[in-house]
């Protein structure tokens, strides 16, 4: 029988890992940690190197939809969402150490998992692979693929938000509300009046950045600053909006929201405040708002080039390589975005990689699901235009047209029908 590599420790790898040792099969899991990288900060498995946030849990949203079906799946970061979930209104927010220690522990506990710390610069082809290196791929497997498939991978910039400790604030600037009240969570809000809107804005457009061009970051994760730069009234209308934050009291011109990272809540993180700004013009930019004259970061903003292929050239509907059939690629790697998409894609491939080793007929998931949908936005787009995509509704393939919560119950069951063709081992 070959030997079944994932490569990579992140969101997918640890999908992919554990799903398929709970189905009873060997797996060798690979990842470079305890070696850090520029973007990490831990030597844990499924570490959350942006936001501590995987979006909304309704039902009726495109993000909670999926989230749904993956649960439904078995998802190991679900499980691991749910113990760690620190108060954040409608979304998953969570506290990244617990959630990645979770994860971890799943991993290292489980005899039929082997980790490798090892950086993977080319893949044994002998073997079933599932290659889970995110949008951080090394170079040396990226200069590998390019000379197997005869393609270049992909890139972007994408960014991260400060975090900053709460004992450091003077939070008596500020006020306690979520929006429009809805949800558990209650964020700290800073309500700026148009003459301080203005001020920030100028302040964060004239700030020195790390260099590099707009046009290569990807557009559902700009920096705070790169928004400003298109006017005076796009953070007002975006990460900064009013709308929903008013009480009786305060009726701001714009609010900058910080949200709970830990359980402790010791830690908040600023919410839209991704960032290419040179770390001393954070403090000097970040700590002119109110209530953060004081403010201790405990984590600067960051940038990082993301990696990804050409998907449409590049994958089968099983995320097995044309050329390399295998081979499975998942993950940011593959040309989804966000956390819950990455995660969902890795649990995917092992759901397929499991089907071929079993034999079976292969089963895609229904195109109609919501993880269905993003997978054929993978395969179908034009390989001319190709950009990595989140969950949204925008790409759910539907046979006619149907309210949102019927999409969910459809997809509930699609899920079940599905799985139950395999004939899967009970879920741990």
């Known amino acids: 029988m070959k030997k079944i590599n994932i490569i990579g ?4 790898g640890s999908e992919a890992a554990y799903f398929l040792a709970s189905q009873g099969i060997k797996v060798n899991l690979y990842d470079q940690k305890p070696k850090l990288g520029p973007a990490f900060h831990s030597t844990n498995f499924g570490e959350l190197v942006c936001s501590n946030s995987l979006k909304s849990t309704k039902r009726d949203n495109a993000c909670g939809l999926l989230k749904e079906e993956i649960a ?4 190991l970061i679900m499980k691991a969402a749910e113990i760690s979930r620190v108060p954040s209104g409608q979304d998953l927010a969570v506290d990244r150490d617990v959630f990645s220690n979770y994860i971890t522990e799943k991993i290292k506990e489980n005899e039929n998992i082997t980790v490798i710390s090892k950086v993977v610069e080319s893949l044994d082809e002998n073997d079933i692979n599932i290659v889970c290196t995110g949008p951080l791929t090394d170079s040396s497997l990226c200069d590998y693929f390019k000379e197997k498939l005869g393609e270049d991978t992909l ?5 991260a938000a400060p975090l900053v400790e709460l004992d450091s604030l003077d939070t008596s600037k500020m006020y306690v509300k979520s929006r429009y009240d809805k949800g558990s969570g209650k964020y700290l809000n800073i309500p700026l009046n148009q003459e301080q809107y203005l001020d920030f804005v100028e302040k964060l457009t004239s700030a020195e950045r790390v260099i590099l061009h707009d046009f290569e970051h990807f557009e559902g994760c700009l920096p705070v600053e790169v928004m400003a730069k298109r006017g005076m009234n796009t953070l007002r209308f975006g990460p900064l909006k009013a709308r ?4 009786d009291d305060i009726h701001p011109y714009a609010v900058v929201q910080l949200r709970q990272d830990n359980i402790a809540g010791t830690l908040y993180g600023m919410v839209g405040f991704q960032t290419n700004l040179k770390y001393k013009e954070q403090k000097r930019v970040f700590s002119s708002l109110p209530g953060m004259e004081n403010a201790k970061f405990a984590r600067y903003g960051l940038m990082h080039s993301n990696r990804y292929i050409c998907a449409p050239k590049l994958i089968n509907r099983d995320l097995s390589l044309k050329k390399m059939t295998d081979t499975f690629i998942a993950g940011q790697f593959v040309g989804v975005e966000g956390y819950v998409e990455s995660a969902a894609s890795g649990l995917l491939a ?6 071929r080793l079993k ?5 895609p998931i229904p195109i109609y699901t919501m993880l269905g949908s993003l997978i054929n936005y993978l395969v179908m787009s034009s390989p001319k235009n190709f950009a990595p995509i989140n969950s949204i509704y925008g790409i759910l393939q539907l046979p006619k047209k149907e309210d949102k919560i019927t999409i969910y ?13 395999i004939l899967l081992k009970p879920l741990p």
Do not use: P
């Open 155 to 159: 890139s972007f910039y994408d960014a």
């Open 9 to 12: 420790g992140g969101l997918a």
């Open 244 to 247: 929903g934050l008013s009480t």
């Open 359 to 363: 034999g079976q007929k292969f089963e």
């Open 72 to 75: 439904k799946m078995g998802s």
């Open 409 to 421: 119950q459809n997809s509930m069951e699609a899920i079940d029908h599905w799985r139950e063709k």
């Open 350 to 355: 092992a759901y397929y990689v499991l089907q």
